[in-house]
């Protein structure tokens, strides 16, 4: 057997690894990093921070006296204050027992409420801080559509006759007017009532004068993204290529295509493609179940092949300022924070499927996927993930960040801490919980279809 048959598969698996840990560190760093700056700017002493675990590679010690090290499992991170006894912030008595009073004020147990309140939440905060400073850069470096469209570059299309322009201004299509998006209006009833054919009648504004061109389908079924783990990225359909037909049965938009694909109960479809270039192939895909959060709330279950769609043409953009930019990545921050909930709350009442939930091998895929989409692609996926893991340390369980936050909640309360029993005891239930639920995510990443 030719070994190099291998190499496509060991070039796929490689990026995959690549881009797991590359995303997982990014977000680890950034996290610790918050625990390790306000714990400082607090009074509290790190001594160590670490980015992964291990064997150390890499160390050296700054002139506050904090060891930063690089260890061989990257896989995570933490910072070791004084005081603590582990990782994981547990007390080392013994040390405490022989620090000076000075001193005592300088560890994590020893801080403090508000500083120990601060130091715990800043991890979480910091990964939604990063969330939004990506989604803000990416949003400002795209630019938003310009109002009225305007047409920017053509996209390659197996379409002949069209006349349509780059810098056009479309003021209607098939007499259909086009919405108002500052009013609030949107495409979605244009669409519908543009006719089922390859070239459409556009009115548009070209160098002053208002004159009629033959265009594309607006939205023609034409792939602009794939999505991780879907029938038709592993089908190894491409951004650009063109769905000209279904079954043998040709397809004109994307609507038509979507109506098919969610019509079949899953049976196979046999699509025929157009790839730029003017190569035309055929594939057979079965659409797989989907559970998609729901503007209003909920979820609802659709049959998908994992294909996002497109205007026929790059629409000409305009800047997007800071402040708009920042509005709309905090919007998109507290969308994945409201989604992820909503998923966790309808898989614990049996509403969707527990298959929604992935684990190391689910993320992993996921990372590699968006990375062969393009560097944007990525690291749109790294701000997700990066408020995934954020709302994930929320959580109310000992050992993760929210559990510490709800000890002292306790404390601020009652006006002691929880008995050092009681603590082992919740840490033990804790770390219990939190394996459970990574080993029920593996078990989901293997056995789930």
């Known amino acids: 057997m030719d070994i190099l048959t291998f190499l496509p598969q060991f070039g796929n698996v490689f990026l995959t690894i690549l881009a797991f840990v590359v995303a997982l560190s990014v977000i680890v760093a950034v996290h610790e990093y918050g625990h390790y700056i306000v714990g400082r700017w607090s009074g509290i002493k790190a001594e160590v921070f670490s980015l992964g675990f291990g064997p150390v590679l890499f160390a050296r010690t700054d002139k506050h006296g904090t060891r930063w090290q690089l260890a061989a499992l990257p896989f995570g991170g933490f910072v070791k204050f004084l005081g603590d006894a582990d990782a994981a912030s547990g007390k080392d008595g013994a040390a405490m027992a022989a620090l000076p009073p000075?001193?005592?004020?300088?560890?994590?147990?020893?801080?403090?409420?508000?500083?120990?309140?601060?130091?715990?939440?800043?991890?979480?905060?910091?990964?939604?801080?990063?969330?939004?400073?990506?989604?803000?850069?990416?949003?400002?470096?795209?630019?938003?559509?310009?109002?009225?469209?305007?047409?920017?570059a053509l996209k390659p299309l197996p379409v002949e006759g069209i006349t349509l322009e780059p810098g056009d201004r479309v003021l209607s299509i098939e007499g259909q007017s086009l919405p108002d998006v500052a009013a609030g209006e949107v495409y979605d009833d244009l669409i519908d009532a543009l006719p089922r054919q390859a070239l459409l009648r556009y009115e548009v504004e070209r160098a002053g004068s208002r004159v009629t061109a033959a265009g594309p389908q607006l939205m023609p079924p034409l792939i602009s993204g794939l999505a991780p783990q879907s029938a038709a990225f592993d089908a190894d359909l491409q951004p650009g290529d063109v769905i000209t037909a279904i079954n043998g049965t040709p397809v004109m938009a994307f609507e038509e295509l979507k109506d098919v694909v969610e019509g079949s109960n899953g049976a196979p479809l046999a699509l025929t493609l157009w790839r730029a270039g003017g190569e035309t192939y055929e594939v057979n895909i079965t659409p797989r179940r989907v559970d998609e959060p729901q503007p209003e709330g909920g979820f609802r279950t659709e049959w998908r092949i994992g294909i996002a769609g497109g205007m026929a043409f790059e629409p000409a953009t305009e800047r997007l300022g800071p402040v708009e930019a920042v509005g709309n990545a905090v919007g998109q921050t507290g969308e994945i924070i409201q989604s992820s909930l909503s998923g966790l709350y309808h898989m614990i009442t049996g509403a969707i499927s527990s298959c929604n939930m992935s684990g190391p091998i689910g993320i992993a895929q996921v990372s590699g996927a968006m990375a062969s989409q393009g560097p944007e692609s990525f690291v749109w996926f790294i701000a997700v993930l990066s408020t995934a893991v954020g709302l994930l340390n929320l959580f109310p369980v000992p050992v993760l960040d929210g559990g510490h936050l709800v000890f002292y909640a306790y404390e601020a309360v009652s006006g002691r801490p929880p008995s050092e029993r009681a603590l082992r005891v919740l840490m033990t239930i804790g770390l219990t919980l939190v394996l459970s639920l990574m080993l029920f995510a593996l078990f989901n990443d293997i056995f789930c279809p």
């Not at 601060?118 to 803000?136: C, D, E």
């Open 102 to 152: 000075e001193r005592l004020r300088q560890t994590m147990h020893g801080a403090p409420l508000w500083a120990r309140t601060a130091t715990v939440a800043a991890g979480p905060v910091f990964n939604f801080i990063l969330s939004i400073l990506i989604f803000s850069a990416v949003m400002m470096s795209g630019g938003k559509t310009a109002d009225p469209l305007t047409v920017g």
